[in-house]
Protein backbone atom coordinates (compact mmCIF):
# COMPACT_ATOMS: atom_id res chain seq x y z
CA UNK A 1 0.00 0.00 0.00
CA UNK A 2 1.45 3.43 -1.11
CA UNK A 3 0.53 6.66 -0.36
CA UNK A 4 -3.02 7.45 -0.76
CA UNK A 5 -4.42 11.38 -1.90
CA UNK A 6 -7.46 12.12 0.80
CA UNK A 7 -8.96 15.23 0.64
CA UNK A 8 -11.46 16.49 3.05
CA UNK A 9 -14.63 18.21 2.22
CA UNK A 10 -16.91 20.60 4.30
CA UNK A 11 -20.09 19.72 3.07
CA UNK A 12 -22.18 19.86 6.24
CA UNK A 13 -24.54 22.54 8.01
CA UNK A 14 -21.83 23.18 11.03
CA UNK A 15 -22.15 26.40 12.37
CA UNK A 16 -19.93 26.05 14.95
CA UNK A 17 -16.47 26.15 13.51
CA UNK A 18 -15.84 22.56 15.16
CA UNK A 19 -12.96 20.88 14.94
CA UNK A 20 -12.05 17.53 12.72
CA UNK A 21 -10.09 14.93 14.10
CA UNK A 22 -9.04 11.87 12.63
CA UNK A 23 -6.93 8.99 14.37
CA UNK A 24 -6.07 5.18 14.45
CA UNK A 25 -5.74 2.18 16.86
CA UNK A 26 -2.94 0.32 17.89
CA UNK A 27 -4.34 -2.90 17.10
CA UNK A 28 -1.34 -4.50 18.74
CA UNK A 29 -2.20 -3.80 21.64
CA UNK A 30 -4.22 -6.15 24.04
CA UNK A 31 -5.98 -3.61 25.86
CA UNK A 32 -7.66 -0.44 25.75
CA UNK A 33 -4.60 1.45 24.04
CA UNK A 34 -4.96 5.46 23.78
CA UNK A 35 -4.91 7.00 20.94
CA UNK A 36 -3.64 9.93 19.43
CA UNK A 37 -5.05 12.44 17.76
CA UNK A 38 -2.73 11.96 14.24
CA UNK A 39 -4.48 15.19 12.47
CA UNK A 40 -6.45 17.81 13.51
CA UNK A 41 -8.71 19.75 10.88
CA UNK A 42 -9.67 23.60 12.01
CA UNK A 43 -11.39 26.12 10.46
CA UNK A 44 -12.07 24.65 7.28
CA UNK A 45 -15.83 26.67 6.43
CA UNK A 46 -18.65 25.60 4.81
CA UNK A 47 -17.45 24.32 0.96
CA UNK A 48 -13.50 24.54 1.99
CA UNK A 49 -11.30 21.52 1.27
CA UNK A 50 -8.13 20.26 3.69
CA UNK A 51 -6.04 17.84 1.43
CA UNK A 52 -3.47 15.63 3.33
CA UNK A 53 -1.64 11.91 2.52
CA UNK A 54 -1.95 8.40 4.40
CA UNK A 55 1.34 6.72 3.51
CA UNK A 56 2.55 3.21 4.32
CA UNK A 57 5.86 4.78 5.46
CA UNK A 58 6.61 5.38 9.17
CA UNK A 59 9.15 6.73 11.05
CA UNK A 60 10.12 6.36 14.66
CA UNK A 61 11.49 8.13 17.56
CA UNK A 62 11.67 7.53 21.36
CA UNK A 63 12.20 10.04 23.93
CA UNK A 64 14.24 9.45 27.53
CA UNK A 65 13.83 10.41 31.19
CA UNK A 66 15.80 13.24 31.16
CA UNK A 67 14.01 14.78 28.24
CA UNK A 68 15.88 14.19 25.11
CA UNK A 69 14.07 13.21 21.95
CA UNK A 70 15.94 11.17 19.30
CA UNK A 71 15.62 11.85 15.88
CA UNK A 72 13.33 9.96 13.74
CA UNK A 73 14.44 6.99 11.92
CA UNK A 74 12.54 5.42 8.23
CA UNK A 75 10.66 2.46 9.91
CA UNK A 76 8.59 -0.28 8.43
CA UNK A 77 6.15 -2.92 10.14
CA UNK A 78 8.41 -6.16 10.73
CA UNK A 79 11.45 -3.80 12.05
CA UNK A 80 12.17 -3.32 15.75
CA UNK A 81 14.45 -0.22 17.70
CA UNK A 82 15.87 -0.02 20.87
CA UNK A 83 17.03 2.94 23.19
CA UNK A 84 20.33 1.97 24.34
CA UNK A 85 23.21 4.18 26.03
CA UNK A 86 25.87 4.77 23.62
CA UNK A 87 29.27 6.74 24.70
CA UNK A 88 27.59 9.79 23.50
CA UNK A 89 24.55 9.46 25.47
CA UNK A 90 20.62 7.36 24.86
CA UNK A 91 20.28 6.58 21.20
CA UNK A 92 17.95 5.28 19.23
CA UNK A 93 19.01 2.51 16.94
CA UNK A 94 17.86 -0.30 14.75
CA UNK A 95 17.77 -3.78 16.76
CA UNK A 96 16.43 -6.17 14.39
CA UNK A 97 13.83 -7.61 12.55
CA UNK A 98 10.82 -7.78 15.07
CA UNK A 99 8.81 -10.93 16.18
CA UNK A 100 5.34 -10.49 14.02
CA UNK A 101 5.77 -8.94 10.53
CA UNK A 102 3.32 -6.49 10.89
CA UNK A 103 4.49 -4.55 13.93
CA UNK A 104 6.94 -2.26 14.65
CA UNK A 105 8.41 -2.50 17.96
CA UNK A 106 9.94 -0.36 20.21
CA UNK A 107 12.27 -1.68 22.68
CA UNK A 108 13.79 0.27 25.93
CA UNK A 109 17.69 -1.04 26.40
CA UNK A 110 18.64 1.16 29.01
CA UNK A 111 19.85 0.23 32.45
CA UNK A 112 17.89 2.62 34.22
CA UNK A 113 14.75 5.16 33.25
CA UNK A 114 11.95 4.62 31.67
CA UNK A 115 11.38 5.89 27.80
CA UNK A 116 8.28 7.15 25.38
CA UNK A 117 7.91 5.41 21.94
CA UNK A 118 6.63 7.53 18.95
CA UNK A 119 5.30 6.27 15.44
CA UNK A 120 4.66 9.05 13.27
CA UNK A 121 3.11 8.52 10.05
CA UNK A 122 3.50 11.39 7.34
CA UNK A 123 5.26 13.53 9.68
CA UNK A 124 2.78 13.56 12.26
CA UNK A 125 2.25 11.38 15.31
CA UNK A 126 0.00 8.51 14.87
CA UNK A 127 0.73 6.55 18.15
CA UNK A 128 2.83 6.59 21.19
CA UNK A 129 3.32 4.69 24.07
CA UNK A 130 5.05 6.04 27.31
CA UNK A 131 6.78 4.59 30.55
CA UNK A 132 8.61 1.69 28.81
CA UNK A 133 10.54 0.54 31.81
CA UNK A 134 13.89 -1.03 30.83
CA UNK A 135 13.59 -4.56 29.01
CA UNK A 136 10.22 -3.90 28.28
CA UNK A 137 9.03 -2.76 24.41
CA UNK A 138 5.96 -1.38 22.95
CA UNK A 139 4.27 -3.01 19.58
CA UNK A 140 2.66 -1.10 17.25
CA UNK A 141 0.47 -2.44 14.43
CA UNK A 142 -2.77 -0.79 12.19
CA UNK A 143 -4.88 -1.48 9.82
CA UNK A 144 -5.67 0.57 6.61
CA UNK A 145 -7.94 2.47 8.38
CA UNK A 146 -9.24 5.44 9.73
CA UNK A 147 -11.17 6.83 12.73
CA UNK A 148 -12.82 10.19 12.20
CA UNK A 149 -15.52 12.80 13.62
CA UNK A 150 -16.06 16.15 15.16
CA UNK A 151 -14.23 17.01 18.38
CA UNK A 152 -13.35 20.15 20.38
CA UNK A 153 -10.15 21.54 22.10
CA UNK A 154 -8.58 18.63 20.86
CA UNK A 155 -4.62 19.39 20.02
CA UNK A 156 -2.78 17.42 16.79
CA UNK A 157 -0.28 15.18 18.54
CA UNK A 158 -1.69 14.80 21.39
CA UNK A 159 -3.27 11.68 23.52
CA UNK A 160 -7.46 11.66 23.41
CA UNK A 161 -9.60 10.90 26.49
CA UNK A 162 -11.83 7.44 26.45
CA UNK A 163 -14.71 9.38 26.39
CA UNK A 164 -13.98 11.35 23.33
CA UNK A 165 -12.58 7.85 20.92
CA UNK A 166 -15.67 6.19 22.22
CA UNK A 167 -17.80 8.92 20.75
CA UNK A 168 -16.15 8.43 17.25
CA UNK A 169 -17.67 5.52 15.59
CA UNK A 170 -17.10 5.79 11.80
CA UNK A 171 -14.34 4.32 10.27
CA UNK A 172 -12.97 4.11 7.15
CA UNK A 173 -10.90 1.76 5.00
CA UNK A 174 -8.67 2.70 2.94
CA UNK A 175 -7.50 -0.60 1.61
CA UNK A 176 -6.42 -0.72 -2.08
CA UNK A 177 -7.76 3.42 -2.45
CA UNK A 178 -5.49 5.17 -4.66
CA UNK A 179 -7.24 8.68 -3.89
CA UNK A 180 -10.45 9.82 -2.71
CA UNK A 181 -12.65 12.63 -0.76
CA UNK A 182 -14.14 12.57 2.70
CA UNK A 183 -16.80 14.72 2.68
CA UNK A 184 -18.73 15.72 6.11
CA UNK A 185 -22.58 16.54 6.13
CA UNK A 186 -25.29 16.93 8.68
CA UNK A 187 -24.98 19.23 11.51
CA UNK A 188 -27.43 22.35 11.79
CA UNK A 189 -29.43 23.92 14.25
CA UNK A 190 -32.47 22.90 16.77
CA UNK A 191 -34.85 20.41 14.91
CA UNK A 192 -33.44 20.53 11.81
CA UNK A 193 -29.50 19.12 13.21
CA UNK A 194 -28.89 15.91 11.83
CA UNK A 195 -25.74 14.00 12.87
CA UNK A 196 -22.35 14.41 11.25
CA UNK A 197 -21.68 11.73 8.86
CA UNK A 198 -18.63 11.05 6.80
CA UNK A 199 -18.79 8.98 3.40
CA UNK A 200 -16.14 8.24 0.88
CA UNK A 201 -16.36 10.13 -2.71
CA UNK A 202 -14.52 10.09 -5.86
CA UNK A 203 -12.85 7.17 -5.12
CA UNK A 204 -10.07 6.15 -7.07
CA UNK A 205 -8.96 2.31 -6.36
CA UNK A 206 -4.89 1.70 -6.35
Not at 117 to 130: E, F, T
Not at 144 to 158: E, K, Y
Amino acid sequence: MSTVQLNFVNKSNDQNNSEIVIFQKNVAADFDEIAVAWKVIKNCGQGDYHPFTYSSLYQVAMSDSYGNYTPKLSAMPGQAFEMVLAPSGDLIQYSGPATAANQIVLKNSLQKGAVSGYVYRDGSVAALKSNIVPAQQAAFEFKPTIFIGVASQITQGQIMNSAIISSINTEISLLGIASADIVMTGGGYGANATPFTFTLENVEMA
